[in-house]
């Protein structure tokens, strides 16, 4: 009966799998045997088509056995299997693991598949994305009369929002929305910059409070004055008219947001580009909806008279952005910062990792080892969304292939961008959402140089110091 019921569970997963042969009348196919060395020790078969899917499947079943420690080749004395076909002996703590992680890396776990759709315009979140980066870099080219000039996610989300009189850290995630632990790093960062100091006021509750010092106070004053010489500057550029239609569209939009979003968009921790964290609260339907979430993201809801008009040019497009990650992440179809920038560069046929370093643009703005590098460790291969042969660290020929939940993370994209664009429409009105789009579309063709289909929003957490200095 036990082993009915792995061979199910285990079949339910194989049929979603692509690459991966099920039993039929003519040979066993991919099959468990559990205890052929005693109770606790099972033998599983593999078998794999001879393509593309198939070999990104073998590979993925090695990643996960080797992990778990399990043995390749294991002996069966058996000769109906086909050649080629793979026997790992498991403990049963190690067969349930397989079970686990091969579902996670399957499409199960996932929303619906969208329908193939080619793009005819270049997506509403990939243009509030380019200017959104086009500003930060903007800001970073005015000069600050030779004093340190703060990062620009360092002064919206941390320097921006504590008064003269200082700030319980707690308060802080609440006014900036970010988690917990991006918040101890944040407030690490800038108090070994000398820019605050942290005084433990209750020994048993934890609270603390945070005052600027002196040069924390001038940084927080420079942070100001550049945000709005850098949006002179876009005045100058593209026209007062162009900029005022934007920003109004853009509050148009924020304005009717049930929840507070922040003013730098930065992802859940240091190496989570999730904006919520997940779904760990579930979502609440509302109103006011309360999107999926981490146990470390704070909840705001909006006051509805809050004035969003007068917000920097940033925290708008910030907090749009970020409305529009979170509504694409909620229907299950993985990461916005991952389907929109690294997916797109890899096809059926997979990619080697010395081509995707070649890319114009992609490498320069996030390093290729944070994404994949064929070690187990970064990103994308631990969470079973890509799969990397095996080799020498510096083989840069290695090939990169798509997981069944890489491959409907890629083909969905095109589609639900589009989808959302047209519910924000209904939802906020077609003319906000509309001139958004025109004007951004307008800016674009201008921007200097290719600029990223998603910002990198944890770098800012870890890199901050690189791009402050004096200027």
Same mark, same amino acid.
């Given at each position: 009966?036990?082993? &009915? #019921?792995?061979?199910?569970?285990?079949?339910?997963?194989?049929?979603?799998?692509?690459?991966?042969?099920?039993?039929?009348?003519?040979?066993?196919?991919?099959?468990?045997?559990?205890?052929?060395?005693?109770?606790?020790?099972?033998? @599983?078969?593999?078998?794999?088509?001879?393509?593309?899917?198939?070999? $990104?499947?073998?590979?993925?079943?090695?990643?996960?056995?080797?992990?778990?420690?399990?043995?390749?080749?294991?002996?069966?004395?058996?000769?109906?299997?086909?050649?080629?076909?793979?026997?790992?002996?498991?403990?049963?703590?190690?067969?349930?693991?397989?079970?686990?992680?091969?579902?996670?890396?399957?499409?199960?776990?996932?929303?619906?598949?969208?329908?193939?759709?080619?793009? $005819? $315009?270049?997506?509403?979140?990939?243009?509030?994305?380019?200017?959104?980066?086009?500003?930060?870099?903007?800001?970073?080219?005015?000069? $600050?009369?030779?004093?340190?000039?703060?990062?620009?996610?360092?002064?919206?989300?941390?320097?921006?929002?504590?008064?003269?009189?200082?700030?319980? #850290?707690?308060?802080?995630?609440?006014?900036?929305?970010?988690?917990?632990?991006?918040?101890?790093?944040?407030?690490?960062?800038?108090?070994? #910059?000398?820019?605050?100091?942290?005084? #433990?006021?209750?020994?048993?509750?934890?609270?603390?409070?945070?005052?600027?010092?002196?040069?924390?106070?001038?940084?927080?004053?420079?942070?100001?004055?550049?945000?709005?010489?850098?949006?002179?500057?876009?005045?100058?550029?593209?026209?007062?008219?162009?900029?005022?239609?934007?920003?109004?569209?853009?509050?148009?939009?924020?304005?009717?947001? &049930?929840?507070?979003?922040?003013?730098?968009?930065?992802?859940?921790?240091?190496?989570?580009?999730? @904006?919520?964290?997940?779904?760990?609260?579930?979502?609440?339907?509302?109103?006011?909806?309360?999107?999926?979430?981490?146990?470390?993201?704070?909840?705001?809801?909006?006051?509805?008279?809050?004035?969003?008009?007068?917000?920097?040019?940033?925290?708008?497009?910030?907090?749009?952005?970020?409305?529009?990650?979170?509504?694409?992440?909620?229907?299950?179809?993985?990461?916005?910062?991952?389907?929109?920038?690294?997916?797109?560069?890899?096809?059926?046929?997979?990619?080697?990792?010395?081509?995707?370093? &070649?890319?114009?643009?992609f490498a320069a703005d996030t390093s290729l080892k944070y994404w994949v590098n064929g070690s187990g460790k970064p990103l994308l291969e631990r969470h079973l969304i890509v799969v990397v042969e095996p080799g020498k660290p510096r083989d840069m020929n290695r090939r990169v292939y798509l997981t069944p939940k890489g491959r409907r993370m890629r083909g969905s994209y095109p589609?639900?961008?589009? &989808?959302?664009?047209?519910?924000?429409?209904?939802?906020?009105?077609?003319?906000?959402?509309?001139?958004?789009?025109?004007?951004?579309?307008?800016?674009?063709?201008?921007?200097?140089?290719?600029?990223?289909?998603?910002?990198?929003?944890?770098?800012?957490?870890?890199?901050?110091?690189?791009?402050?200095?004096v200027l």
């Open positions: 009966m036990v082993e &009915e #019921q792995v061979q199910r569970e285990l079949l339910s997963i194989y049929e979603s799998y692509p690459g991966i042969i099920t039993p039929s009348s003519e040979a066993p196919g991919s099959h468990v045997h559990l205890g052929v060395d005693g109770a606790n020790e099972h033998i @599983v078969a593999m078998s794999f088509e001879k393509s593309n899917e198939g070999r $990104s499947a073998e590979l993925v079943v090695d990643f996960i056995m080797n992990r778990e420690g399990a043995k390749r080749d294991a002996g069966l004395a058996c000769d109906c299997y086909a050649q080629g076909t793979v026997f790992y002996g498991c403990t049963q703590e190690q067969l349930g693991s397989f079970r686990r992680y091969l579902n996670y890396g399957s499409h199960r776990p996932m929303g619906r598949a969208r329908p193939k759709t080619m793009q $005819s $315009s270049t997506p509403l979140s990939v243009l509030l994305s380019h200017a959104f980066t086009a500003f930060t870099d903007d800001y970073n080219k005015t000069t $600050s009369g030779g004093r340190i000039k703060p990062h620009m996610g360092v002064w919206s989300n941390v320097l921006r929002w504590i008064g003269d009189e200082g700030l319980d #850290q707690r308060e802080l995630g609440k006014l900036a929305i970010l988690s917990r632990r991006a918040l101890r790093v944040a407030v690490r960062n800038v108090e070994e #910059q000398g820019w605050l100091t942290v005084e #433990q006021v209750h020994e048993t509750r934890g609270a603390k409070v945070l005052r600027l010092t002196s040069e924390g106070r001038q940084a927080r004053g420079i942070g100001e004055s550049l945000i709005d010489e850098a949006e002179q500057g876009w005045r100058s550029r593209f026209g007062n008219g162009r900029v005022d239609k934007l920003r109004s569209s853009l509050a148009a939009l924020a304005g009717q947001f &049930e929840i507070e979003l922040p003013y730098y968009l930065t992802g859940y921790g240091t190496a989570d580009l999730q @904006v919520t964290g997940g779904a760990y609260f579930p979502e609440q339907p509302g109103p006011p909806r309360i999107p999926a979430h981490g146990q470390d993201w704070p909840v705001v809801i909006r006051d509805p008279d809050s004035d969003v008009a007068n917000l920097p040019l940033p925290a708008l497009l910030s907090q749009v952005l970020a409305a529009f990650t979170i509504d694409y992440e909620r229907e299950r179809l993985g990461w916005l910062a991952i389907a929109s920038r690294f997916l797109q560069l890899v096809d059926a046929e997979g990619a080697t990792l010395g081509q995707l370093q &070649e890319i114009e643009g589609h639900a961008v589009m &989808e959302i664009e047209r519910n924000w429409e209904s939802l906020y009105g077609a003319g906000h959402v509309a001139n958004i789009r025109t004007t951004l579309e307008a800016f674009d063709s201008t921007f200097a140089r290719a600029l990223p289909d998603y910002p990198n929003n944890t770098a800012w957490l870890s890199r901050w110091k690189w791009q402050s200095g």
